[in-house]
């Protein structure tokens, strides 16, 4: 019909190299997730928890006090730290 339109279709977008972006995101993918357990201690009333290193030992109610000192959640509130 009315679709005849004169040569502008082929505007070749200049030198797209393509396939050139696709090993980017594909590397962290096999990267083996060291899971390791360790025991943290309340400094205060010895109550000790075990945690592996992917989890966060707020999420049990351990307060990090300082590089491997915590307190557990009951004693985290008497000694004002929660
Ligand atoms: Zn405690």
Redesign the pocket.
Known sequence: MSTSRPAAVHVGSCSSSSGSDSDVSATMDSTPVIVSVETIR??????SIEVTSTDDPSIYGMVRISTNLY??????K?TGFK
Do not use: L, T
């Open positions: 309340c400094m205060r009333c010895a109550a307190y557990c959640d009951r004693c985290a008497k």
